[in-house]
């Protein structure tokens, strides 16, 4: 009776098991016939409020903008990188400008020294902005 009786516990386990795992199949389905049901008989609005719930609760969207971040930042140094002409560096800021095609407009080097005078010039008014709001302090402490 050994090996019939090890045989009968194994089937109860495992019928306990296959109770337990039914169960839970049971309250699954039962918990989304539910759900539907609610989103059959709510109203528009009711409805709207449903939909932004579940898309507010998306596990996923942290993840799909961060790609969708990674993405538009390689798009914008693929199209940086389409353009023609060499790099000029520029020594003060060292930022990068390139000559060449920006759209339908051609990128002159006259153009880029103009830029530049334009920078240096809002520089200048800023450390001139920046000294005069130093001479006020020091002219009231006095």
């Known amino acids: ?11 109860r386990k495992e019928s306990a098991d296959i109770g337990e795992a039914l169960d839970d199949v049971t309250e699954s389905l039962d918990r ?3 759900r539907k049901e609610r989103e059959l008989a709510a109203s528009p609005e009711e409805r709207i409020s449903m939909i932004q719930d579940e898309i507010a609760d998306d596990p996923f969207a ?16 693929a199209d940086v990188d389409a353009i023609d002409g060499p790099v000029i560096e520029d020594d003060a800021s060292g930022a990068e400008f390139r000559t060449g095609e920006v759209g339908d407009h051609e990128v002159t080097e006259a153009e880029i020294a103009d830029a ?5 010039a809002i520089v200048d008014e800023d450390s001139a902005d920046e000294d005069s709001a130093d001479e006020g302090s020091t002219d009231r402490e006095g």
């Open 62 to 77: 942290a993840i799909r903008d961060r790609i969708e971040a990674s993405s538009a930042h390689a798009d914008a140094e």
């Open 116 to 120: 530049e005078v334009v920078e240096d």
């Open 1 to 11: 009776m050994g090996l019939l009786g090890s045989i009968t516990r194994w089937l």
């Open 32 to 34: 989304d016939l539910s």
